[in-house]
């Protein structure tokens, strides 16, 4: 039993995230929610890079290669260089090529492994974190981003994430 019964819809939520990120143009993806807040762009590619922050530096996943963030202890992330705005078809592919990382751990996790602990140095503290722990700070994160998002999408007459839609 792998733990993708317990998070069998994250690749709905997914795929939602997805398709309205991918039907944006740059000027819809250049608004910000508030003048001090990142525009949706960079919350998009927070977002995705969260993932391998998580998954590949601080759990040790395989992966990164295949992302727009090969190194990701020593990259900055996007959101960092607002002077580099990102397009929809790449933030279409970071998400992509992200979420393969988070279908692998779906699959191959289990249970018992969500109790394993894993070290993280942050500045000079050293944390312990579990990987349900982990996996949860993911999923609750990107729900987060994409409520913040929809509120943006909402207030500005653009079509808003709907999560929970059926397929």
Do not use: K
């Not at 733990?3 to 939602?16: A, E, H, S, T, V």
């Not at 900055?76 to 692998?104: M, Q």
């Not at 109790?115 to 994160?141: K, N």
């Amino acid at each position: 039993m792998t733990i993708r019964l317990f998070y069998d819809r994250w690749p709905q939520y997914n795929r939602r995230l997805t398709e309205v990120v991918g039907a944006m143009t740059d000027e819809q993806l250049a608004i910000r929610p508030s003048p001090d807040l990142f525009p949706i762009w960079a919350t998009v590619g927070h977002t995705a890079g969260t993932r391998i922050y998580w998954l590949c530096s601080i759990v040790g996943e395989p992966g990164a290669e295949a992302t727009p963030w090969p190194d990701p202890e020593n990259t900055l992330g996007w959101e960092d260089d607002l002077d580099h705005p990102r397009s929809a078809a790449e933030l279409v592919a970071a998400l992509d090529t992200t979420w393969a990382i988070i279908d692998g751990i779906l699959d191959r996790w289990t249970p018992e492994v969500l109790e394993q602990t894993i070290e993280r140095r942050y500045g000079d503290t050293l944390q312990m974190h579990s990987r349900s722990s982990i996996v949860q700070r993911m999923f609750s994160h990107e729900a987060y981003h994409c409520g913040e998002l929809s509120q943006t999408l909402g207030i500005h007459g653009l079509p808003q994430i709907d999560l929970w839609r059926p397929d």
